[in-house]
Structure formats: C-alpha cells, structure tokens
C-alpha cells in the first residue's frame, strides 16, 4: 500500500459521430482500405483551405451539455505548430485559446458516495493521420487525417485508479447514449492520457507529472495507474529525483514503458487559425443542436426503478443501447418491465448474438412483445414454450396467437391441477423422495423429469420445481 497520495489528470480524445470530416468533405469511416477516404486537404497539400463542418460544432455543443460545461459563445481556432510524420501540415488545428466548453463535471459513484469528476475544458480539433511501424518503415493511413476530436480534459481531481475507470466508464456511457461517438476504444474513436504525480502531504506542492499514452482499454488505464503509483513509491522511497516523463502502457508486460523524458516545456507556438472566422454561437444555434439528445443513462435508470426493474437488469439493459431502446418504447404501456427485461437479456440476447443481428433487425415488432411479455406473466407461454418457438416470434410475421396454435402450446396455468400432478408422482416414486430427503440432490431432478412428463410438458418448469420443493419439505 502506497504511503503517498496520487493526484490524477486524465485527457480523453474522443472522434466524433460525423458523416464527413471536420475541415474537408471526405467520408469519416473506419476499417476502409488505407489511403481511400482522402482528399488533398486531408493530405496537407499547400495551397488548400479548411471549411469548418456546422456538423462537429452542433455535436460539440451537445457533448457540452451532456458534460455539464458552460458553452463558449465565441471562440477561434488554433494552429498547434509540430513537426511529426503523421502531421504533413507541420501544424494541427485546435482550440487552444477558446474552448468550446468549461467548467464542467461527470458524477461518478465510490462505493456507495457520489463524486464530481471536474472537467476543465473540452477542445475540438482535427485528428492527425495513424502510422504504422513496420521494422525500419513507417507507413502513413491519411484516413483518420482530418476526422473530428474533442479532447476532455480533467482538472488533477481524481485520487485512484478506480476513480478513473468508473470515470472512464460514466463518460463513455454518457457520450455514446448522446450520439456523439461510438466510444470503441478498440477501433481508437476513444484514446485516453493519465497524468499521473505523488506527494507525501496533502498541504505539498504537486509531485513530478508523468504522462502515460494512448491506453487501449478501461481495465489498462486503472492497471498504468496503479503501476505508476507503485514505480514513482518506490523511487521517492529511495530518494531519489526524477524529470517530468511521457510513457506508454505495454499490454504484453502490463507495465508502463518510458518514452521519452520532458527537458523543457513543450512550445507549439499557438496562434489564431487565420483561414477560418471566429465562431458566434448564438442561443438559437445552441437550441437546436440540443433538440435531440436521447434520455441518457442516468435517466434511463430513474425510469426502470420506477417500473420496478431489478438493479442488475437495469445495469445489464444500459449496457446494451439497442435493448435500452427498443425497451423505452414501451414507456407508454403497463407491461411488467422485470418480464420484459428478462425476456431481452435472456433468450432474446442469445438469439441476437448467435445471428449477430440488432433487435431492430428482427420482426419483434412493439405489439408483438407486448403480447408476448403478457403472456409470459400469465404463464400462457413457459421459459420452454419460448425457447422452442423464438425464431417464429423474431423471424415470422405470424402473431403470438398464431404460433401458439401452430405450435399446439396449451400449458396448465391451474396451480390446483399441478399440486394434483406432483402429489401422484410423489406417491408413485417413494423410493426418489427417501433419496432426495437423505440429501441426493440428483433426486430431485429425476422427481422434476416425471411432474414434466405426467403433464405431457404443459407445466411451467420454475412454477413446478417451486411447488415440487414446498411439498418435499413438508416430506
């Protein structure tokens, strides 16, 4: 255990759910081959001018307001100046200066108490270009050149590597829930940066920043975290003096790996972008970017406690955007939502993923599940009715009435009929239930195979394994 407090500054870029890119009319695509989605802006070409797309400015304002930032209603941007293979122009455009948004906060929950995640401002920017490094060759894909960022920066606020993961995690629900980006952080449309510095007092100045780069995955950025607390612990354990450092996280060694060591301050020599006007954003501009922001999660939450969803669902529906969607349009009926939800997370789920399809895919269509939640409740339709006729109901266009008569489901909703059943295979299997009462667990399973035999298979499995438990008790 580390006898020093960290202080942690995460910077997150985040590309953006455009169709086009932020300075020219080339596709914003991902997994194209190299080189396709290119223009001569993109390229850096001399003589070219950047068009600002109304698009990323509409989207930033919204991620603003999903982040809780204050809007800057006129800003510019800017030329950060740096010389770097993936940067042709020698310079990338940002907001340096002017921030689109500040001063805001993400609210995250440590076991059990709430804590503000303070934000100290959010950028746009233009993407550079991705190298890939093939022995001595280094080779350049121009199709991220030019794709839109925003870059969220925290204040140095956040005190551990679980702090930063449930932020990680709470930003990147909230970003994709908003449709701003699709936050794959495996296909790099979210990179993340953690500052990370130790002091022994609270009252001390901060310790010596090191920056680690470019972590891959959530579970990387609290695994660097803790590695740099543990590297910098024991080196003021020693007494020892170390520079400010750029390092990245090695997924083959889980370590952190040095770079490079920061002599002097970085100088980019920033100055207005003079090929592009400064931005007023008037409130009507404001206003409309915000007209279509889909319930985020949080709200999302506070619904499905509402209609009595069980917390684990809840967290497993959120997890999900499609389900979390398709389920919100039953909002306005009084289907029984824990039904509802277990129905989606289990068989429903398993067909989506086995045929990689979306829910919205399939002929599942509002009327029909309501139907089928119905029935489910009622025990029209037991967990073995819908496993056997699932692909009808997603794949067909036929009703839940209409599969049911083709299917030639009639199950015993009667609980008095069932007692009746599991009392004469009690009486007629005495020797399972001597077992089953001197503890062979394998009796009851045998007990179970006859009740769903003797009623030809129309008892609802849960509601006689319940009931066949209640009368071996009493045994």
Do not use: W
């Not at 967290?315 to 999900?320: G, P």
């Not at 009808?392 to 049911?404: C, G, P």
């Amino acid at each position: 255990m580390s006898n020093y407090i960290p202080t942690i500054g995460i910077e997150i870029h985040v590309e953006l759910k455009t169709n086009t890119k932020i300075f020219s009319d080339s596709i914003n695509g991902y997994g194209m081959g190299a080189n396709t989605l290119v223009n001569e802006i993109d390229l850096g070409y001399p003589g070219t001018l950047p068009l600002i797309n109304k698009e990323v400015i509409n989207i930033a304002i919204k991620a603003c307001k999903v982040l809780n930032c204050k809007i800057r209603k006129e800003m510019h941007f800017d030329r950060k100046n740096y010389f770097y293979p993936d940067n042709p122009k020698n310079y990338q455009i940002t907001q340096a200066r002017t921030p689109i948004g500040y001063d805001g906060y993400v609210q995250i929950n440590v076991d059990g108490v709430d804590k503000k995640i303070e934000i100290e401002e959010m950028h746009i920017e233009e993407d550079t270009c991705k190298s890939a490094h093939r022995k001595n060759v280094t080779l350049l894909d121009f199709n991220r050149a030019g794709v839109p960022l925003i870059e969220i920066v925290t204040k140095p606020c956040i005190s551990s590597a679980k702090e930063a993961m449930l932020y990680i995690e709470k930003l990147k629900e909230t970003l994709l829930y908003a449709d701003i980006s699709d936050c794959k952080m495996e296909e790099g449309s979210l990179r993340c940066d953690c500052n990370v510095s130790l002091r022994k007092n609270k009252e001390d100045k901060l310790g010596v920043k090191v920056e680690v780069k470019n972590i891959g995955s959530i579970s990387n950025v609290g695994l660097s975290i803790e590695k740099e607390i543990a590297r910098q612990s024991i080196l003021y354990d020693k007494g020892e003096i170390f520079k400010e450092q750029t390092r990245r996280f090695d997924s083959t060694i889980n370590d952190t790996v040095l770079m490079r060591i920061k002599e002097t301050g970085n100088d980019y020599r920033y100055f207005p972008e003079p090929d592009i006007p400064y931005i007023h954003l008037t409130d009507q501009m404001i206003n409309d970017a915000l007209k279509n922001i889909p319930i985020l999660p949080d709200e999302r939450r506070k619904i499905y406690q509402k209609k009595n969803m069980s917390n684990i669902n809840i967290e497993k529906i959120i997890a999900n955007r499609s389900l979390s969607d398709y389920l919100n349009d039953m909002l306005d009926t009084d289907i029984d939502f824990q039904v509802a939800s277990n129905l989606l997370l289990g068989d429903i789920s398993s067909y989506l993923n086995k045929n990689n399809k979306n829910i919205f895919e399939t002929k599942l269509t509002k009327e029909k599940f309501i139907d089928l939640v119905s029935k489910t409740k009622s025990r029209i339709l037991t967990s073995k009715n819908i496993k056997d006729i699932l692909n009808s109901v997603l794949e067909s266009d036929n009703s839940i009435d209409e599969i049911i008569s083709s299917n030639n489901i009639s199950n015993i909703t009667d609980d008095n009929e069932l007692k009746d059943i599991i009392s004469k295979v009690l009486v007629e299997n005495e020797n399972s239930v001597n077992d089953y009462i001197n503890g062979h667990d394998r009796a009851f399973k045998y007990l179970m195979g006859q009740v769903m035999k003797m009623s030809k298979g129309k008892a609802d499995p849960l509601i006689a394994s319940n009931l066949l438990k209640e009368f071996l008790i009493k045994k």
